[in-house]
Structures are given as structure tokens and as C-alpha cells.
């Protein structure tokens, strides 16, 4: 009985002391991304990036700077990294201001979203990754109303998956993700899909 009993507050006590994480996260792909302020003669501006067209995912969108976790490195860290080394700035151009909200997307992937002041920049990027940047006043970004569309997806199990073990097996009912997708229109640039969520969740921030 006293074994069981031990047994019993050992667990209760892993409970009690356990730190909250996303299920899961351990098997996700993790990335950071840092929104960079900039002070310009309208007061702030946020800079985006047009992704090279030499690389093969996503060639062309924008986004912000940013990239996947190395081993160990914390977000906040590979954050600023990544945006020293896809703008060519030193990391003590960079005033980091905290970190902001973080999006869980299908498929296992997490972005961490950090925001920093951008000081002295000079107009760098790397060409290898970047095809240009530019910026839009913050004033300006919040008077945009996004446009919003949707689309769907359905659930295609694997061939082996073993329908004989669930109710109704291979005619199983489903879920179909309705997604909502964003665009932020600005002059002849077009801001969508990830990054217009993480812009949607910063400009809530600043209202």
C-alpha cells in the first residue's frame, strides 16, 4: 500500500510541477520571425521582405525576416539572427522589443513572432534570399482593411490507415477545414497568406 501510495504523490507532484507547452511541439518545425520597425519621416514603418526567386519555397511572396530554429537556439535568438543575416545589419542594429504572438499552423509548424526597432539601415539584403524590401507606415498598414477569402480542406487518410477500427470506417464523416485567408493590399504589392496573419495579429496589438 505504501508503494502505491508513493506511487500516487510522485505522479501528483509531476502534475502539480508540470510547465505547459503545446502538445506536440516536439515533432513540429519551429520558426522565428522578427517584424522590424523603422523610424521614417511618417513616423514608424514596418519593412517586408520579397523573397528571391532563386529559392524554392515560395519564391516572390513577401514576408518578414525569419527561419527555422537551429538545435538549442531559443526563438528570440534565431529571430535576430535570421534578420541579421537576410538584411546584412549587425545584431546591435536590432533593439528587440518583446515577443508577440505566436501562430500554430497544420502540418506542424510554429512561429514565434518577435518585433524590434531597425536602426541605421542602410538598404541591405541578401541577394541569395532576398529580391528586395520595402516599407509601409504603420499608419498606414492600420487604416487597411484585409480582404478576406476562404478555402477548404479535406482529410485524405493513408491507404493503411485502419478504417476497420473506427465507426463507419472508410466512409467516416470527415471534418472539412474552412480556412480564412488574408490580403493586405499596398500599391502594387499584395500581402497574404502567413504573413498577413502575423500582420493581422500585430496590428491588433497596436490599436
Same mark, same amino acid.
Given at each position: 500500500?505504501?508503494?502505491?501510495?508513493?506511487?500516487?504523490q510522485?505522479?501528483?507532484?509531476?502534475?502539480?510541477?508540470?510547465?505547459?507547452?503545446?502538445?506536440?511541439?516536439?515533432?513540429?518545425?519551429?520558426?522565428?520571425?522578427?517584424?522590424?520597425?523603422?523610424?521614417?519621416?511618417?513616423?514608424?514603418?514596418?519593412?517586408?521582405?520579397?523573397?528571391?526567386?532563386?529559392?524554392?519555397?515560395?519564391?516572390?511572396d513577401?514576408?518578414?525576416?525569419? =527561419? *527555422?530554429?537551429?538545435?538549442?537556439?531559443? +526563438?528570440?535568438?534565431?529571430?535576430? &539572427?535570421? %534578420?541579421?543575416? /537576410?538584411?546584412? !545589419? @549587425?545584431e546591435?542594429?536590432?533593439?528587440?522589443?518583446?515577443?508577440?504572438?505566436?501562430?500554430?499552423?497544420?502540418g =506542424? *509548424?510554429?512561429?514565434h513572432?518577435?518585433? +524590434?526597432?531597425?536602426?541605421?539601415? &542602410?538598404? %541591405?539584403?541578401? /541577394?541569395?534570399? !532576398? @529580391?528586395?524590401?520595402?516599407?509601409?507606415?504603420?499608419?498606414?498598414?492600420?487604416?487597411?482593411?484585409?480582404?478576406?477569402?476562404?478555402?477548404?480542406?479535406?482529410?485524405?487518410?493513408?491507404?493503411?490507415?485502419?478504417?476497420?477500427?473506427?465507426?463507419?470506417?472508410?466512409?467516416?464523416?470527415?471534418?472539412?477545414?474552412?480556412?480564412?485567408?488574408?490580403?493586405?493590399?499596398?500599391?502594387?504589392?499584395?500581402?497574404?497568406?502567413?504573413?498577413?496573419?502575423?500582420?493581422?495579429?500585430?496590428?491588433?496589438?497596436?490599436?
Amino acid at each position: 500500500m505504501a508503494e502505491r501510495e508513493r506511487f500516487d504523490q510522485t505522479i501528483l507532484e509531476k502534475i502539480k510541477t508540470h510547465a505547459a507547452t503545446l502538445v506536440g511541439i516536439r515533432h513540429c518545425k519551429q520558426f522565428a520571425v522578427c517584424i522590424p520597425l523603422l523610424e521614417t519621416n511618417e513616423g514608424y514603418g514596418l519593412l517586408f521582405e520579397v523573397r528571391s526567386a532563386k529559392i524554392d519555397r515560395q519564391p516572390g511572396d513577401i514576408c518578414f525576416p525569419g =527561419g *527555422m530554429l537551429e538545435p538549442g537556439e531559443t +526563438a528570440a535568438k534565431a529571430a535576430v &539572427r535570421e %534578420t541579421c543575416e /537576410e538584411l546584412l !545589419v @549587425e545584431e546591435s542594429s536590432l533593439e528587440l522589443l518583446g515577443k508577440m504572438d505566436t501562430l500554430v499552423e497544420d502540418g =506542424g *509548424m510554429v512561429l514565434h513572432t518577435f518585433s +524590434a526597432i531597425l536602426k541605421d539601415y &542602410r538598404g %541591405t539584403y541578401s /541577394e541569395a534570399e !532576398v @529580391e528586395s524590401v520595402f516599407i509601409v507606415p504603420l499608419h498606414t498598414l492600420l487604416k487597411i482593411e484585409p480582404e478576406r477569402y476562404y478555402i477548404t480542406e479535406h482529410t485524405v487518410p493513408d491507404e493503411n490507415f485502419p478504417f476497420h477500427r473506427i465507426r463507419n470506417g472508410r466512409e467516416y464523416p470527415w471534418r472539412k477545414k474552412r480556412e480564412e485567408v488574408l490580403f493586405y493590399p499596398w500599391k502594387d504589392k499584395v500581402i497574404w497568406g502567413i504573413t498577413a496573419k502575423l500582420l493581422e495579429a500585430f496590428l491588433e496589438t497596436c490599436r
